[in-house]
Nanobody, 120 residues
Framework: QVRLVESGGGLVQAGGSLRLSCAASGNNFNVNAMGWYRQAPGNERELVAAVTSSGSTNYEDSVKGRFTISRDNAKNTVYLQMDSLKPEDTAVYYC??????????????WGQGTQVTVSS
């Protein structure tokens, strides 16, 4: 069983910064990618940023140049540094883990979600 623990959400004024962390724990899995989705009230969940095990990254267009995703492979932890935050970044942010088990069966896990609120 894999567990994802998120931290770092909160309330910040527009233009401010927050850093989210997500640590994956458990046994017998190999990570393909980790990252973050977000969901605002009334909206669908959207991919914000992801990083693969080889270090490739991708970002949702609206966060490019403001958010930076990074990963500590040894700790199976992913970070999302969010700068120049805007009120439209307000959402619940969910960490995800895309992995395989020892028999190469796919695994996909979600974190519990952390609220990010940006005031204008």
């Amino acid at each position: 069983q894999v567990r994802l623990v998120e931290s770092g959400g909160g309330l910040v004024q527009a233009g401010g910064s927050l850093r989210l962390s997500c640590a994956a724990s458990g046994n017998n899995f190999n990570v393909n990618a980790m990252g973050w989705y977000r969901q605002a009230p009334g909206n669908e969940r959207e991919l914000v940023a992801a990083v693969t095990s080889s270090g490739s990254t991708n970002y949702e267009d609206s966060v490019k140049g403001r958010f930076t995703i990074s990963r500590d492979n040894a700790k199976n932890t992913v970070y999302l540094q969010m700068d120049s935050l805007k009120p439209e970044d307000t959402a619940v942010y969910y960490c995800f883990l895309d992995a395989v088990d020892t028999s190469r069966a796919p695994l996909y896990y979600w974190g519990q979600g952390t609220q990010v609120t940006v005031s204008s």
